[in-house]
């Protein structure tokens, strides 16, 4: 205790030694000093009582909460505020992460180690289409050959993208900046180098957005928030600086749901391409709604808890919330240090391995990222696995991957832990009040874009004790032991918006592949000709450290089915049926058919 004293002597009055000496000598209180204590404090102030209830710490008497009281006072606030001088200036953790970091690996488990880069198949016979309009719908793999047979180059299709961009956003506000003059500059590179003789990759020249909590040097990363839309960051963030030197060009910032909280931010709130009078849900919306509509060809997004799953599930494009720390987040505004991940969102799941293969990799100012060698999606035989399906399961995909020679058997994930939703509240809640403690202490909360929200959510984190919170993370290590011990097979399908696997699988760090597998009719539809649609889509998850089987098995069930080739109306969403904030044109009508 003596060194403890002396290690906060410069930080806590002198009055404070006295107190803590009274009460730690003694060791306890007996009957006789708790009542002249109890009557000495009366004159001071009175007891909290709702403090306490709020901790749920009602079991202490009145004189243990007067002594917490007067201790918080004088010990634990002097402690707090030179830890907020210390670490809490800033907002967004870009500083100072947290030492206390989280690993999803299942050793038991490990990845066959492979450390080549994916063997990507070739897309033969690929020509350039006789109509423009066509190109926003091809793959990443299909554009790259297109580039790589110089049948197009990537000046020119940045400038196609780049004219969709400033067409659409609009109506759909799914986009914060366009990155014009950076485009052009690193086309005209990208351009260049394969003049060289020299190719990059699949991502050689492909345009390309990102969720603008990812900070690019010289352009506003607004994190989608009245309080921060005029900060530039000048940092490049490590996804950026991976896809830089894949040779992948930036057109746009994309939206990013403020603070990463569902899809309303500073100008509005991002649309569902498939159904514009819906929103796109989560807060990589902006990633969601672009890709689905074709404004660019794939987009990095990210997930705390379910803000890749819900847009992609909502907008009805193939995406990838990836193992735990499988991708770097330096230069990324943070929520959860435990439970951030990067992922991409494409048209299909090869493209996801693409864009996975490019960003992959030890981040070394992100404590938790690691080198996770994944096995190559591409060569894995699903005709030795064992693949489980869920009760919600999509049957047809059961029915195709069966028909591939998958081994596919009834299965349910079990396991004890019921309050898995209220651990992730507790920590993702925790954590953000953290990286946000100066916003909510100077009042930005009250210009928050939905009340409801973090503001009101991280209010109620401020009396989340240290004690409750570990007790959480406690919590969360036996679901991971359960979750481990009762996953026995390769992978499973399920409902990819379903609360509780959102929760699960954010909190063990498994990867989930979300596919497009059909659509469905629109509730309350305008007119029995409207084209605009509901997206059904499934989710694959694999244990941490096998997004390869998970991403396998989407692309087995893709080379046979074109739910994810389809393309959301949003040009022509049928007789009797209107666009809200119909957009301004900006590309030349010739380019445009109908869909």
Excluded at 525 to 545: H, L
Aim: net charge negative.
């Amino acid at each position: 205790m003596v060194r403890i004293y002396r290690m906060f002597s410069k930080i806590l009055p002198q009055s404070t030694w006295v107190y803590s000496r009274n009460f730690t000598s003694s060791g306890k209180l007996g009957p006789k000093n708790c009542g002249e204590h109890l009557e000495q404090a009366k004159n001071e102030f009175p007891v909290c009582k709702c403090g306490f209830d709020m901790l749920d710490a009602g079991f202490f008497n009145d004189c243990k909460k007067l002594e917490v009281q007067k201790g918080a006072k004088d010990f634990n606030i002097p402690i707090i505020r030179s830890n907020r001088k210390l670490v809490a200036t800033e907002n967004g953790g870009l500083r100072d992460p947290s030492p206390l970091v989280f690993n999803s690996v299942w050793k038991s488990q490990e990845a066959k180690r492979v450390t080549d880069k994916f063997n990507y198949p070739v897309c033969f016979g690929i020509q350039r289409p006789k109509y423009d309009e066509d190109i926003a719908f091809m793959s990443v793999l299909e554009l790259g050959q297109l580039l790589k047979a110089k049948l197009i180059t990537s000046e020119e299709l940045t400038q196609f993208f780049l004219n969709r961009l400033k067409r659409y956003s609009p109506v759909l506000e799914s986009v914060i900046t366009i990155t014009e003059e950076l485009a052009f500059q690193q086309a005209k590179e990208a351009d260049q180098v394969l003049a060289k003789g020299k190719y990059l990759g699949p991502l050689h020249g492909i345009p390309y957005g990102l969720k603008d909590i990812i900070a690019v040097p010289d352009y506003p990363t607004t994190w989608g928030s009245k309080s921060f839309q005029d900060q530039v960051i000048d940092v490049e963030a490590w996804v950026y600086k991976r896809l830089k030197s894949a040779g992948a060009v930036l057109v746009a910032k994309l939206v990013s749901g403020s603070l990463a909280y569902d899809d309303i931010w500073f100008g509005g709130r991002t649309r569902d391409p498939w159904n514009i009078e819906e929103f796109s849900t989560g807060s990589s919306a902006g990633p969601a709604s672009s890709t689905s509509a074709g404004l660019v060809p794939f987009a990095i997004g990210s997930e705390t808890v379910g803000s890749i799953t819900y847009p992609a599930t909502r907008c009805g494009v193939t995406a990838l919330r990836p193992t735990f720390g499988a991708v770097g987040r330096t230069g990324v505004m943070s929520i959860s240090e435990s439970l951030d991940k990067l992922g991409p969102l494409c048209r299909s799941a090869a493209d996801c391995a693409a864009v996975l293969d490019a960003i992959r990799g030890k981040d070394p100012d992100d404590l938790s990222s690691r080198d996770i060698m994944l096995g190559d999606p591409f060569s894995v035989d699903i005709t030795k696995l064992t693949v489980g399906y869920l009760e919600d399961a999509d049957k047809e995909v059961v029915g195709v991957l069966k028909s591939k020679g998958v081994n596919m058997v009834p299965f349910n994930l079990d396991y004890t832990v019921d309050s898995a939703q209220g651990i992730v509240s507790f920590t993702m809640d925790v954590d953000m009040l953290a990286h946000f403690d100066e916003w909510q202490r100077s009042n930005q909360d009250d210009e928050f874009e939905a009340q409801d929200q973090w503001p009101l959510e991280l209010r109620r984190a401020r009396v989340i004790s240290a004690v409750d919170y570990i007790q959480a993370q406690r919590g969360r290590s036996k679901l991971i032991q359960e979750v481990k011990e009762n996953f026995t097979v390769d992978a499973f399908i399920g409902d990819s918006g379903d609360w509780e696997k959102v929760c699960v699988g954010n909190l063990v760090g498994m990867p989930v592949v979300v596919i497009p597998t059909g659509f469905k009719k629109i509730s309350n539809a305008p007119s029995d000709d409207t084209r605009r649609k509901t997206t059904i889509t499934t989710g694959i998850y694999a244990p941490p450290d096998h997004d390869h089987v998970a991403l396998a098995l989407a692309i087995a069930y893709q080379s046979v089915t074109n739910h994810h080739k389809q393309r959301p109306p949003i040009d022509n969403i049928g007789p009797n049926d209107s666009i809200p904030n119909p957009p301004t044109s900006a590309v030349p009508a010739r380019q445009l058919r109908d869909y």
